[in-house]
């Protein structure tokens, strides 16, 4: 009996224009991945989402993606079945049938990864994830900050390389090996982390995210079709705040241990004028100073979108002169716990703040 | 029943010399590794040796060693255990009991290593290795070299960490993964390749060398204490060639991607008065030039030796000013034919020049 529902390609569009305002500025881009599911469904593949209330407790749930070289915007795959052959050695090594696949991180590419990885397998992807958001290290993803083993995990590549990290030291190692093996195997790999238990997953996962990713992205294709303002409209269905409207003055961008950190300097405009923001960045935009003041900060996202189009802006495209809008979402609540935010709050990317967080949540858990 | 015979601490000591002269200079100091082998002999566990005619084709081996960051002379286990953790988890991944243990590499190091992990298996370790002398990758073992799979191979640390690498492209992307993950866990790791049949290791392994080396640092320990000439001993026994006497005029040395390369310049003494002798180094010893004519070159043996001690000189510790011989030994022939220059030839280390095997081999075979 096949479960869930299924994608078309019209739904791949917008679920990677949702997943990449998720991604705030980081998770690598979800553009090449869809156009792979997209020809993938063309030629007979299905792709189907398995709602979160009918994930069963003895379903076995394999989470998968793209894993490579810190930097953004290199998160491509030669060969298109990485993540599928990562799963496969998984549930080989683990000996027991995987039932579904899951997103670790539905903010930009890794939103994707899972489908493709599903068609090929004839499973369904989890209607959820372990972010809601992007993040730039494994360990960051609720199924590890809730204590599920993310080992054995396995990473393969276009080559035929396939490497099991069948016990590890502790999640920040899981990550450590996994990101270099990833480096050595061509920059980027097929990611898959040990199978969990959908009882397991009930506790852990952000729930929805793959609709809710769906949803943003029909939402600001509608508004774009309807001549709405896209961000607006964002605004409107998250619940999110408008932090800023204004023009990019000055971007500043380094790669600091294989991470792409940097800032963004943006001017106000309309309601904003003779205002400033910062914005600073590990990848993702990670902190939000206005005048000075930290307004926002992760795990809240912050999402940079062009002012006209809604169009998310990720950290390596940020120019001089581009006019945007910076939106702040209450992070989902998993990520705000005690315990999360020692592995994603502010102290945890090297910044003395304490966490302050956004008001308006809830979109996450409404649904 | 309990295969082969026991090795004892003056044994270890004795062997760990020889292992050292046949590292070439490299190989990695086989010295700590010995204390801590004799530390479990003291412990109460046993260490023993399959004679290689006692190998039965039914037989599996795993060949383990520490592999590392390429710069020589940081071989050194935290724990101890790490190889044979590695050997456990190939040995699980396989899921059929290992019955031997096996060096790949006889020169330095990894001559001891699997000493280690075999006291703690309770299993013995076969009298071959896969060199015959020290070699800076895997791939340039002879279990490679002639076909045998390194893959499910394993890597363990004293952390925990435990990597397989279960499927590779080909024998230097195993290398490749191998060495990275090692860096990654702290500059070495434990390393264990595919379990090997005794029919192929029959076919494929260079027999007798672990009591070979046993037998040269016996015959050196057993010179100084008799006040002969361990240099003309080793040259007797081994029928190595006298290249050189003379002393260290100049040594250059830097870290090229890793490898430890460099050249050592040495001005004759004796017979050799009026004459040089250069020596490039990749860890090893590997081309030996007289007056700019090249004399021996990899695979063949270059072993630099304090000239009134027999003490095997590694790279690292070359200096102005050491009196020092230098011998050329034939190389097994295993190391010898079309196929195995390919991989451990001057030309595999990056030198433009034909392979000029040197006369007088035969130690290897004879036993």
Partial sequence: MLRGWELSAGDLEALALGAAILGTGG????????????????????????????????DLVVAVGGIGAPVVGIEKFEKG?????????????????????????IGG???????????????????????????PEVQM?????????????????????????????????????????????????????APMRGSDLKRTAVPHTLSLALKLGRL?????????????????????????????QDVSRRVVKGFARGRVEIDGLRDFQRSRLTVDIQNENLVARRDGEVIASVPDLIMILDLETGEPITTELLRFGFRVAVLGLAAPEQLRTARALEVVGPRAFG??????????????AEH
Same sequence: chains 1, 2.
């Avoid at 000996?95 to 696949?101: E, S």
């Avoid at 499973?123 to 372990?130: E, R, T």
């Avoid at 910044?351 to 996450?364: K, S, T, V």
């Fill in 27 to 58: 998770g690598g881009n979800p553009y090449i991945g869809r156009l792979r599911a997209t020809q993938l469904l063309k030629a007979g593949f299905r792709i189907r989402v398995l709602p979160f209330d009918q994930l069963e407790d003895a």
């Fill in 81 to 105: 079945d990485e993540c599928y052959q990562a799963m496969r050695a998984v549930e080989r090594f683990s000996g027991k049938p995987v039932t579904a696949l899951i997103s670790s991180e």
């Fill in 109 to 135: 590419s890794n939103a994707i990864e899972p489908l493709i990885a599903a068609a090929y397998a004839g499973l369904p992807v989890v209607d959820a994830d372990g972010m809601g958001r992007a993040f």
């Fill in 141 to 193: 993803c609720t199924y590890l900050i809730y204590g599920l083993p993310g080992a054995p995990a396995a990473l393969a590549d276009e080559k035929g390389n396939i490497a099991i990290l069948s016990s590890v030291a502790d999640e920040y190692w899981l990550e450590k090996l996994a990101r270099t093996a990833a480096v050595d195997m061509g920059a980027t790999a097929g990611f898959a982390l």
């Fill in 220 to 248: 600001v294709l509608q508004a774009r079709s309807r001549h709405l303002d896209p961000v607006s409209q964002v605004a409107g269905e998250t619940g999110a705040q408008l932090l800023f409207e204004g023009k990019i």
């Fill in 351 to 364: 910044y003395d703040l304490p966490y302050r967080p956004l008001g308006g949540g809830g979109w996450y």
